[in-house]
């Protein structure tokens, strides 16, 4: 039987509920792919095709021959992507032809088809290899198509358009743009089809710049948009909003003339029926968030002007660049009309509150947050009187609703502030509630104790002036400490957070190295109670286990020197802690969520562990040493074993505080841990691991010195391997780079016998890092090059100086100058980037005055007067004091063997 015959039954079996028959129906495919590829896909296309075969099979066929050109993995996507457009043409054009052919033939959507040929689209259109691709899909909306074809042919439009680099759809935005405007129109009898048109202009709007920059276009969209609102279909309602709300977030700066019909939509939303509407409900609180997120983003960059106000602050933008994007403070001007309605919506109209359910109220909340970040004076007058009248008068009090209502828009206006005056009156506001909000925390209500939790917190966060003065603090922390207990885990949840707030701004209001501090009498009890906290039965809900412990770790960093004793007994019990654990993963038998508990409540012991070791300092962790060695040592051990692993990042930055406090004393536990060391070098799959690795090897090297030497050549092997490892995500090789440094530091001299392979590895970074991002878009090259560009002038430093020692040897001395010429090479490339960043500045300067300093005058020759004088000026142009520094001790350098002035 051949494969097309087969392949119905298989496609049958794989979407059954058999899982035996599910098995062989993969294996079946595995072997088929195996053995002929484009066999396979050809006959899962012609099956997708086939309206005679069942709709399950066809729609089994789609989603087989979709999995064959995408993936979640973006390696794994491209590798998909490379494969197909290597195919032959007859071939793509054949699958391609099927999937077109069987949109609207599957039923309602989704299609199946329509997601194939987005995938294909995203792999093809790139490569230009599908340059009809959008007009080929448009043809089948016209005529008189039928109902679910054109929903599909849009269905795939919206999925290409969300998916395909935008830049490669731009010629097309004004087809697609009739298209979809046309099938949104009033005219339009099917919902169906009105509803993948929406989607499609929403996941359309990044490539329409063009089009909104044109009045009379941006009317007609935005006319279709407003018009569509008002259809009677709630799920068309919700698809409209949600393309609003896009709009407005792309196209901000130009909403200002559509901002009355946008107000009154999005009102007229969000009074809708919440119980049945909650998604209209939604949409129209998520146009404000958009709105207050973006005028966020805005003013704090007006902020930056250090002007009299914000407008006086946005003139001079304007005058410094007319092209510069305006904030309109629409947030400012609706709040009046906004405000009441959504402190309404903050009632719920439950009888009592779900976590876990995304619902308007809890919408309505985060949206007061946001609009808290840009007009809080408008607000605080009316968010006052709602409190007072849901929770201080008697006359209105009453439900839990109105007290949690009445909570959360008072903790809408308490954040950080940087303005005197608004300080000063969040102050005074939080001095006059905290009588009426630290009783609450006894409350019947489990959803009004919960949000009480939370505002003490945000109290200490945003007060903690008036939370730590002695008439108010012994009654907050009373109030958060009875929270710990509650019996419900979301409350004590949000009491640890507390806890965590009270601990970092008594850190931050007594200074480092502080004798004694605003914590230290209820120090240990604290302690204490968040070590019970995390045994609780529950301590595995609302995340509570982990939230006590964060809360222990930002309570030992924030310890003054008084509660140094509480802190050593302390570290004894998370060593008891850490001991018990692993004896449980040594014996076994525990269960997937068993195994999971185990490892989290290990990375959070070992947190902990970590911030003891640096407040303590090596005089008061010498005699715990062994022990908390043993321990890091027992769970990297443990973590080569199937699903134990998870802990391993955490126990290697517990051993880097060790390596910091210990220094060269490291040497004696050193021996063990060197395989842990290079296997999780050679782990690419745990890449996280492996960045902290390189990490744990640097400061080995910084901390501890020349006695590495004995292990300098197990290091620069893990090292090697793992920089040329194509599997390791690119972001740890930088620092890959920068760690040969610091080796090299370490050994001096020594380091000779790693210098070509070194030198070698840094100069075919240093090609790659050399290419000019002046006019890249793509934030995350911009920030990869040039991270890379640090790692290699960092390797350079770190190897240039090193080795010159105290007095450098001839040999060293003509290695290293053998390298010189394309160091300088590198540095003057790089120089000619928009985008460098003030830290390639700052290093590539210490860099050139490393090199003037062993060489002297034969520097001459290399660095030409120009360049001398551009890299001094750059840096003394910076606004970094460190980098001034450094272009200040450069220039002296170049001056001493110049014999000429530089002048910045």
Known sequence: MSMAEEIRNVLEAAGSADEGAIREAEAWMTGAKQSNIQEYMAALANEMADQSAPINVRKQAGIQLKNEIYSKDEATMRDKQEAWCGYGGDFREHVKAQAIGTLGTEGRPPSTAAQVIAFIACAEIPNEKWPDAIPSLLAGLEGDAPEFQRASVLEAIGYICEDVDPGFLEAQSNNILTAVIFAMRQEEPSPIVVKCAIVALTNALEFCVKNFQEGEERDAIMS?????????????????????????????????????????????????????????????????????????????????????????????????????????????????????????????????????????????????????????????????????????????????????????????????????????????????????????????????????????????????????????????????????????????????????????????????????????????????????????????????????????????????????????????????????????????????????????????????????????????????????????????????????????EDALTALIAMVEELGPDYMDYAEPFNQYIVDTLASSAEYHACAVCVGLVGDICRCVGSPIKEHAYMYMQGLGAAIQDSKLDRSVKPQILSCVGDVAMALGPDFLPYFEHSVYILDGASQLARTNMSDEVDEDEIDYTNDLREGCLEGYTGIIVGMKGDVPTPDVVQRIMEKVPDIVRFITEIFKDSNLTDDNIRNSLGLVGDLVEIFGNDMCGVLSPEFMTEIVREGGRSSNEKTKEIAGWTKEKLEAITGETIII
């Open 224 to 648: 279709s948009m407003c018009q569509v609102t008002q259809n009677e279909d709630m799920d068309i309602r919700v698809a409209a909003l949600q393309c609003i709300n896009e709009t407005m977030n792309q196209y901000y700066g130009l909403m200002h003339p559509y901002m009355d019909a946008l107000l009154e939509i999005s009102g007229t939303a969000m009074v809708a029926n919440q119980m049945d509407e909650p998604n209209v409900v939604l949409q129209g609180i998520e146009f404000w968030n958009t709105v207050c997120d973006t005028e966020d983003r805005l003013i704090e960059h007006l902020k930056d002007f250090g002007a009299a106000n914000l407008e006086a602050a946005q003139e001079q933008l304007l005058r410094d660049d007319p092209g510069a994007e305006r904030c309109y403070f629409f947030a400012t001007f609706a709040c009046k009309d906004l405000l009441p309605v959504l402190l309404d919506l903050l009632i719920t109209p439950e009888d009592e509150d779900d976590p876990d359910q995304w619902a308007p109220p809890k919408a309505a909340c985060v949206c007061l947050d946001t609009m808290s970040l840009v007009c809080k004076s408008e607000m605080m007058p009316t968010v006052i009187r709602f409190v007072e009248r849901c929770v201080v008068s008697d006359s209105e009090g009453g439900s839990w609703q109105k007290r949690d209502a009445a909570l959360l828009a008072f903790a809408s206006l308490l954040t950080q502030e940087d303005d005197e005056v608004m300080a000063g009156k969040i102050q005074e506001l939080v001095a006059n509630v905290l009588g009426v909000v630290c009783p609450m925390i006894g409350d019947d209500s489990p959803a009004v104790r919960d949000t009480t939790a939370y505002v003490l917190g945000k109290c200490v966060e945003s007060a903690p002036e008036v939370v730590f003065h002695a008439e108010y603090f012994p009654h907050v922390a009373e109030a958060i400490v009875t929270g710990l207990s509650d019996s419900e885990s979301r409350v004590a949840t949000n009491s640890c957070w507390g806890i965590f707030t009270m601990a970092s701004q008594a850190a931050r209001a007594s200074g480092p190295e502080a004798e004694s501090y605003h914590l230290s009498d209820n120090f240990g009890m604290l302690c204490g109670d968040l070590l019970k906290t995390a045994d609780r039965p529950d301590s595995n809900q609302s995340n509570l286990r982990p939230s006590a412990y964060d809360a222990l770790s930002e309570l030992i960093k924030s310890a003054a020197q008084d509660c140094f004793p509480i802190l050593i007994e302390v570290a004894q019990e998370l060593l008891r802690r850490l001991q018990t654990l692993h004896g449980q993963a040594v014996a076994g038998g525990l269960t997937t969520d068993e195994v999971m508990q185990l490892t989290e409540q290990q990375s959070s012991l070992l947190v902990c562990i970590g911030e003891l070791v640096r407040v303590l300092k090596k005089e008061n962790i010498q005699g715990a040493a062994a022990d908390i060695m043993e321990v890091i040592l027992a769970v990297l051990h443990q973590s080569t074993t199937a699903g134990l692993s998870a802990a391993k």
